[in-house]
């Protein structure tokens, strides 16, 4: 049987549908020592995540990057990404989840919706932005947020959304002064992320570039110029490395063949994939799994040498 990524509403707990404005908050504390600090790779659909990590450290996987952080560190994680930790014993913070719909509730009608909206959209860690870098306080802030979202006061959900805006400006302002900038006009951004939601509700289905820009009505040319002004990235290139992000998932976190990831993804011929795969990755999907088994296995090692 093919051991597939897992899917959670929140860790450990089954992938039920996501409740409709859905926002939970807790502490780094009273989740991750119940798995022994370490948090292995799922997903959650509909379901984004912002960690502050206010005190320790660890390892995080957001899809195939490996990285570490230390307090004080942000982290967004958009919905469907799949992401892990290896939080060092002691680590302590906010993990804050908020479904799709509460989401677009607190970006829509802002003025400054589309630098949310690009924020919103994309994984980012890094260090956290100080107070006197930033003008956000993002600590009070997630503190606010465990208060208001369990919604016993009159006003709770108003403050909640309120929060979550606060929370994305705080984002928003840290990947600026970590030189990491939202790009695009408006109507070309909003084409382009509609293009972006399109890829991922077809990209199973082999579509050409010429079936995605008939299906958002545009011409080929002009969904290119917003690619290229929003990303930097032709729509080619941005569907293809959507492919290749994806069959590294697959090949990463599932027991799936390469031969069942190509038709999984689109690919008629498993030859074609591999060729596909080999030219972007730089090694065969084969090696590429190897190498990060081989990996996993010398991780797995040096945890259990030092327990010792």
């Not at 030859?271 to 590429?288: D, E, L």
């Amino acid at each position: 049987m093919e051991q597939g990524i897992p899917v959670f509403r929140l860790y450990g707990e089954a992938g039920d549908a996501t409740v409709p404005g859905f926002v939970h908050v807790e502490r780094i504390s009273s989740r991750a020592p119940l798995h022994d600090w370490q948090i292995r790779a799922h997903r959650h659909p509909h379901l984004s995540q912002a960690f502050l990590v206010t005190v320790g450290g660890g390892v995080h996987h957001i899809d195939e990057q490996e990285g570490r952080f230390e307090a004080p560190w942000l982290m967004w994680i958009p919905a469907d990404t799949v992401h892990g930790f290896a939080f060092r014993p002691g680590t302590e913070g906010f993990v804050v989840s908020v479904a799709d719909d509460f989401l677009d509730t607190a970006i829509r009608h802002d003025p400054e919706a589309l630098a949310l909206r690009t924020a919103a959209d994309e994984a980012f860690s890094a260090a956290m932005g100080l107070p006197e870098e930033i003008d956000v306080d993002l600590e009070p802030v997630f503190d606010g947020l465990l208060r208001e979202a369990s919604g016993s006061y009159p006003g709770s959900v108003s403050a909640t959304l309120g929060l979550i805006k606060l929370l994305l400006v705080g984002v928003v302002r840290t990947r600026t002064l970590r030189t990491i900038n939202g790009t695009g006009a408006e109507a070309r951004a909003s084409l382009y992320r509609r293009y972006r939601k399109l890829i991922e509700a077809r990209l199973r289905e082999g579509w050409s570039i010429a079936r995605y820009a008939s299906e958002l009505c545009v011409t080929t040319d002009r969904l290119h110029a917003a690619c290229t002004e929003a990303a930097g990235k032709a729509p080619r290139q941005i569907l293809h490395d959507r492919l290749l992000l994806e069959a590294k998932r697959n090949l990463i976190y599932t027991t799936m063949s390469v031969a069942q990831i190509a038709d999984d993804l689109g690919f008629g011929d498993p030859a074609y994939f591999s060729r596909f795969f080999s030219s972007r990755a730089g090694m065969s999907p084969t090696a590429f799994r190897k190498e990060h088994d081989l990996a996993a296995a010398r991780r797995t090692y040096c945890a259990a040498s030092a327990g010792n």
